[in-house]
Nanobody
Framework: VQLVESGGGLVKSGGSLRLSCAASGFTFRSYSMRWYRQAPGKERELVAS????????DYLDSVKGRFTISRDNAKNTVYLQMNDLKPEDTAVYYC???????WGQGIQVTVSS
């Protein structure tokens, strides 16, 4: 199993980024997926989740209305569209297959004020 994140970087407050997580080694369309983040000195927190078909999503309260999780099962990829970014969104973002120990390597998102 491999999960590879991309799309992070440095952006100004109010800007946007789209993270991608390319999955391989398992039947992607059969599993829900999640995005987590971890800021320096803080616990890792669940940001967004999506069911296997993409029919249901859930979000951390602080990102509702700004972030959108989606997936393309034909491409074995899950996305996190992040709009109106704030400095408090600065963290390393990880994708994860729930109830497993499968994690991506993480990707840095830095939002400057």
């Amino acid at each position: 199993v491999q999960l590879v994140e991309s799309g992070g970087g440095l952006v100004k407050s109010g800007g946007s980024l789209r993270l991608s997580c390319a999955a391989s080694g398992f039947t992607f369309r059969s599993y829900s997926m999640r995005w987590y983040r971890q800021a320096p000195g803080k616990e890792r927190e669940l940001v967004a989740s999506i069911t296997s078909t993409g029919g249901s999503t859930d979000y951390l309260d602080s990102v509702k209305g700004r972030f959108t999780i989606s997936r393309d099962n034909a491409k074995n990829t899950v996305y996190l569209q992040m709009n109106d970014l704030k400095p408090e969104d600065t963290a390393v973002y990880y994708c994860n297959r729930p109830y497993s120990n499968y994690w991506g390597q993480g990707i840095q998102v830095t939002v400057s004020s």
